[in-house]
């Protein structure tokens, strides 16, 4: 058994056990072998993840600590954004963003019940559920093809006197047209939210200046999940250059709390006991007022020392996934029967998949099960068209809560005919080289 002298001893030989059994069991080493399973997303690590981890579980602190810090200073350097808040998923963080513009505290630029944002169907859940769940109405509008991002020129048909803000994804790594949206949205005094939750990393030329999506509009949202651009397993961030917005997110993010102070630290602001707030006493304890009926959102510090070991890969994890796309993009090219995606303009994605849609006569219904039978994995973009899943069944029925406006061509046509496989940093040119062979030989 060991003896060590102290503390700092002992942590510095458990880590080093930790170092030396990521390479013993966890390097990985397989050479990849046509018919091999090829995920469409994976975890990309080594061993400073794991001793990150197990250093921030022998600290013990558990909730939000000195990783947390490190993260969001780091994310938001990288970012090139003012506030960085770490949340525990990437869904968290849309729901704090949409509930941050439903604060009083924006006055006359609040959303209330009734009022709209602007989005679309195809794409994921927990872009359109908050604001479902607020009560306010989704205007949903198509989107383009080969983009797979919103109609720009269906904007201004979307518009009415109670919409309020805009709140759309980067599918699959390809930025929206963000020059057209943020226009719109200046011209209307509209919030815009970017769910960057699948494009970390994306870059887009605006004015003449590059732009990291998610820095753009009012607010931005990353997710950390495995299959995504970097992992905490789970985990995610909101993030904005505005002061307000921040002061409202981190509000809503710890309890719906007045106090700015963090965990741990009582009375950092020096005026714990001398405010007055609402109709409670003078003197009331801030740490227990309460600005907005809030969640608890926070990520572990152990989340956020794995962050800190990935936002040092991340560059690298960009432009391996750029590789990838751009050689399986080469590999598909002229394939005849199926549409392969095309980046925005004034763009450069950081794709988070390979978006593929059948053209008539190519069933996707059978090219799907033939890909997966060869040990690729695919996955459908996301919903589809969210307003026909289950959970608006009640709202179809009663024809409320929310709008369609035009109709959803494109969105319907992604739903029945198009899939995606993966890009993620982990994949060889052997395995890139495979899927487009396997994807080929499907088609025909």
């Not at 190519?362 to 969210?386: C, H, W, Y």
Request: negative net charge; aromatic residues 12%; hydrophobic residues 35%.
């Amino acid at each position: 058994m060991n003896h060590w002298n102290n503390e700092a001893e002992a942590r510095e030989e458990i880590l080093g056990l930790v170092e030396q059994y990521y390479h013993d069991f966890k390097e990985p080493r397989k050479e990849f072998k046509p018919g091999d399973r090829i995920n469409y997303a994976s975890r990309v690590y080594d061993s400073e993840e794991m001793t990150n981890l197990v250093d921030s579980a022998l600290e013990f602190w558990l909730t939000s600590g000195r990783y947390t810090e490190q993260f969001e200073k780091a994310f938001a350097e990288y970012l090139g954004i003012r506030f960085v808040s770490l949340v525990n998923s990437g869904s968290s963080a849309n729901l704090l963003a949409f509930m941050a513009l439903t604060s009083p505290l924006l006055k006359e630029r609040q959303i209330l019940p009734g009022d709209e944002m602007i989005t679309v169907a195809a794409g994921f859940p927990t872009t359109v559920a908050p604001a479902i769940q607020y009560g306010a109405v989704p205007v949903f509008v198509d989107v383009t093809i080969p983009q797979y991002n919103i109609d720009v020129t269906k904007l201004e048909d979307a518009l009415s006197d109670k919409t309020k803000a805009v709140m759309i994804a980067h599918t699959l790594g390809n930025p929206f047209d963000l020059n057209a949206v943020k226009t719109f949205c200046d011209k209307h005094n509209l919030w815009l939210i970017e769910d960057n939750c699948d494009a970390l990393g994306s870059e887009y030329v605006l004015d003449g200046k590059k732009y990291l999506t998610g820095t753009v509009g009012d607010i931005g949202t990353s997710s950390f999940y495995p299959p995504h651009h970097m992992t905490m397993g789970e985990g995610g961030a909101v993030y904005t250059d505005n002061p307000l917005l921040n002061k409202i997110v981190r509000s809503f993010r710890d309890w719906g709390r007045d106090c700015a102070c963090p965990s741990g630290r009582d009375n950092l602001c020096g005026h714990r006991f001398d405010g007055q707030f609402g109709e409670l006493p003078v003197g009331y304890d801030h740490k227990y007022v309460y600005s907005h009926f809030g969640y608890n959102l926070k990520a572990t510090d152990m989340q956020a020392a794995i962050g800190c070991a990935q936002i040092k890969k991340f560059p690298s994890f960009v432009e391996r996934r750029k590789q990838n796309f751009k050689r399986l993009y080469e590999g598909l090219k002229g394939t005849e029967g199926i549409i392969l995606p095309e980046a925005c303009e004034n763009s450069d994605p950081s794709w988070f998949g390979f978006l593929i849609t059948c053209k008539e006569g190519i069933d996707r219904k059978k090219v799907v099960p033939f890909i997966e039978s060869k040990g690729v994995q695919t996955r459908m973009l996301f919903a589809g068209n969210l307003t026909k899943h289950p959970c608006f069944d009640q709202m179809r029925a009663e024809k409320k809560g929310y709008r369609i406006v035009g109709d959803l061509t494109n969105t319907d046509y992604i739903m029945e005919n198009s899939f995606w496989v993966g890009v993620y940093p982990g994949m060889t040119d052997e395995m890139i080289d495979y899927m487009a062979e396997t994807i080929k030989e499907a088609v025909k």
